[in-house]
Each structure stands twice: as structure tokens, then as C-alpha cells.
């Protein structure tokens, strides 16, 4: 069912307003929760004195538990709502971290990083869910900047590990003061989410309508894959960045241990300003152009800073990267959902879900190819994500769109 236009749409009420806000906090604590882990992997590599594709393979096991609790998402939010969903999910997931920083060994901590990708996943579709449906109660396009307010999260996650390891703070005590502030956020937010059901269904019977029968064909299955290896190329930059950012820089430019995770505080601040500007670039100039030129500044500034390695570099290479892929998994998404010929929903589920395979490939094999020639050169998979896009973005729409002059970005 298309859009109304700006001038039909009536002011939301004040209720509509506060759930935007609370599900804006609840993409806020997603982001910020695993960020403040990420910068404290290489401390607990070299404690649990792990090599690199042994830890690649450890890391590994937050992805694998996203796709295995993946497809569980929707019986939970059926059960219990998709805002109660998005909040137990993300009290779970911050005690997975907490228990991840703690972890005596290295099967300990994959246990609890699996667990934590678990919960993971299911927030996520749960606050994507409740983002939606204040997204339909607006009547217009605001979910690009729920995904902005995540990589604010993530920039803060990020930031508060930095300064938690400038100012010497033991990591499992740190986490947890990270774990108990995020979800008190997320339990006050859940209290002004909406209430009642996530779905109409006369919303989906038209929807339903509109798309037509399932009619699967080649070309159909193709560009799904190409939709998904879109969403992947981002997914791939976002975790070479998390797992291997502050590692590289560390041990391998020799980066202080504060510096080291300005990298990936520089990829997830580049990504949300990317995703800030996103939709206005987006309706200018087409989202084709605006993915075939991201994937163009990924490819070209993390090739660059791989072939001329220093730190000011790599910070600036990894902030490429990050602006370069900032709106790749929406775009991949958005396409997906209006392909002709599926079922409303079905082809945003297969690119969500299968897109977790770039988290759940990229960390072991960055690590074994880390640990046969070197971790700079495992980092390659940052520009070829970007090839991929540049090569992919075909199969984008072209569409230009120039905004109703009552249009605003505000709320």
C-alpha cells in the first residue's frame, strides 16, 4: 500500500511521539552494549592466551547463535510482543556480555558470546518490528533513523570502553556497570512503547494483495542473492571493524591500547553520519548511485590504508569504510521487501537473516589468514566488501525522489 503524502499525513500524537523515542532508546542500548565489549577483545585474547584463528573461531560464535535463535524471533514476539521481545532480549544480551568478559576460558567465552548473539538477534527483529509499526502509525519513511540512533550507541559503547581502559577500570567491572545502565534504559523505554498488536490484519491483507501470489523465477532468485551479498559486504565492514580493528592497530602499527579503539569508534561515527545524510542522498540522486559510490569510498580508503599502513591512516580507512557501507543493509532490506512476485515480509526475512552469515564467516577467516601471512592481510575483505557493492548496486532502484515541501526529518 504506497505511502500517503506528506500533506495528508496528520501531526502524531503525543503517544506516537514518546514510542518513537522509546524505540529510539531501545536501538540506542542495542548499539552501545556490544560496543563496549568489542574494544576489550585484545585484552582478553592475550589473557586467555588465544591465537588468532583460534579467537576468530571464538568470536564466531555471537553470529552463530544470531542465526540459530534467528527464526525464533517471531513465535516470541507473537507470545509476548515485539516491544517486551526487544526488551528481554537486549537484559539477556547485556548479562552475556558481562558473563563474556568474565569467561576463564575460551569455551566459556564462546559459550557466552553464542548465548549473547542469541538474545542479539531477537532484539533486534523485535525492536526492527516495534520500529515499524510506529513507522506505519507516522505514515512516513523514520526508520533510517532508528539505525542512526544505533550507531550513536555504538560510537558511545564505544567510546565509554576507551575511556574505561584509559583510566585503568578492570574490564568485567566495567561491563557490567555498562550492562546494569542500558537495560535499566530499555526497561524505562518499554513503558512507552505501543501497546496491543504488532500487526493489522487488514494491513496485511492488502499487503498481500498488492505483491500477488509467490511466483519464484531466475532472475527473482538471483537478485535475491545479490540483495543478500549487498547486506553482506556491510555486515562483512562492521565486523572487521568490531573483531579486528583495535587488534590491528594495536598489534599490528603498535597503536596505545586507547588509540586502538578509536578504529572502530571512527567506522560506527562515519556509518551513522552516513546513515544521517542517507535519505536525503538517497532521494536526490537514487539509492544505485548513492550505494555504487559508498561501496567506490570504501574500497578506495581501506585499500589505501592497507597499502600504506599507519595508524592516522587505518582511523581514517576504517571511517571510509564505515560512510562507505552506511546504507547498504537498508537499501538491501528496502529492496527486498518490495521485490514482485513474495509475499510481503518474505524477501526481508532472507536478506536479514542470511546476511548474518558475513558475521558469522568474516572473523575466521580474517583470523586463519591472519595467522598464515598477517592480520593486514586478512583486512583485505574491508575493500573487497566495497567491490562487491560497487559491482552489485545494479540491481538497486534508480528511482529519484524529490521530497513534498511539507516533508521534514524531524519528528
Known sequence: MPMPSALSVAPPSTELRRARFAVAALFLTNGALFANLIPRYPGIKSALGADNAVYGLAIAAFPTGAIVAGLAAAPIIRRLGSARTAVLGTVVTAAGTVAAASAPSLVVFAVTLFLAGAADSITDVGQNTHGLLVQRRYGRSIINSFHAIWSIGAVLGGSMAAGAIALGIPTPLHLTIAAVLFSAVALVASRFCLPGRDTDADD???????????????????TVGALVLIAMAGALVEDAGSTWGALYLSAGLGAPAAIAATGFVALVGAQFIGRLLG???VDRFGQRAVARTGGAIALLGMGLALLVPTVPGTIAGFAAAGFGVATLVPAAMHE??????????????????LMRLGFLLSPPVVGMVADHVSLRAGLIVVPLAGLVAFALAGVLSGRRRTPAPAESVGA
Open 279 to 281: 535519505d536525503r542522498l
Open 336 to 353: 527486498a521487501d518490495e521485490l514482485p512476485g513474495l509475499r510481503a515480509g518474505t524477501g526481508l526475512t532472507i536478506v536479514s537473516w
Open 204 to 222: 496485511e491483507a492488502d499487503a498481500a494483495a498488492v505483491r500477488g501470489p509467490v511466483r519464484p523465477s531466475p532472475r527473482l532468485v538471483v
